[in-house]
């Protein structure tokens, strides 16, 4: 069962501002949104989670609708190293509630 | 902090031969370990959950005797692939849980190519 719809693939030019929507309209009241990313070859990396509340780290800003059924993803300054697939999931956070991974949003940065 | 090892990070084997693929949570004490396998263009499949000191929940669809789960100690959980074929060539990923956080940290990955 499909969580989360997100695009099959953005592009986005170097230096500028990545947005990556997620859709998560069945999201349950204690379910987190969660964003991982996979680089080419590579295991997964945690970007940023959140509840209701717009999110930001070193990574990423992470900006939570008020109906919680979507959310975007921020990088504010795209890099080439930011090429990657991105990974939007829902899961409780506490519990033994599997994370299930979609095809993602395959972003690239362009030069 | 939150490091996940895999071991080897490629390997290469023939047909009908077994390997073994280890993971490990370098700075922290894991009680839950997923495997996750991920064949070309497509996205990671979880395989099977692994509690410290107890038999692996594996998913529908998972040869659990070929795909044998260990997870002897908090800090390493072992996945090896009994008599490999060629269709089991594949990116094979474990995350590791600490405590009832449901966060994952993930490894490196481990590509497996069966000739």
């Known amino acids: 069962d499909a969580k989360t719809t997100q695009p099959t693939s953005m592009d986005c030019a170097e230096g500028r501002a990545a947005n990556l929507p997620c859709n998560h309209s069945?999201?349950?009241?204690?379910?987190?949104v969660y964003w991982y990313r996979q680089i080419h070859s590579q295991g997964p990396q945690y970007i940023i989670h959140?509840?209701?509340n717009n999110e930001t780290n070193e990574m990423a800003s992470l900006i939570i609708t008020e109906d919680r059924k979507s959310s975007t993803l921020i990088l504010p300054h795209a890099t080439l190293r930011d090429t990657a697939v991105y990974y939007c999931i829902v899961s409780v956070r506490f519990g033994n509630e599997k994370l299930t991974f979609g095809t993602g949003t395959r972003l690239t940065i362009i030069p | 902090g939150a490091v996940v090892s895999q071991h080897p990070s490629w390997v290469i084997c023939k047909s009908g031969t077994s390997v073994k693929i280890e993971c490990r949570s370098l700075d922290f004490q894991a009680t839950t370990m997923f495997w996750y396998r991920q064949f070309p263009k497509q996205s990671l499949m979880l395989m099977a959950t692994s509690n410290e000191g107890s038999k692996a929940t594996y998913e529908q669809g998972v040869e659990k005797d070929k795909f044998l789960i260990n997870h002897a100690s908090l800090t390493l959980s072992t996945l090896t692939v009994t008599s490999a074929h060629p269709e089991d060539s594949s990116f094979y990923i474990c995350?590791?849980?600490?405590?009832?956080?449901?966060?994952?940290?993930f490894g490196p990955g481990t590509r497996l190519t069966v000739l």
């Open positions: 959140g509840l209701k």
């Open positions: 069945t999201i349950s009241g204690n379910e987190y």
């Open positions: 995350s590791a849980r600490a405590g009832g956080n449901n966060e994952q940290f």
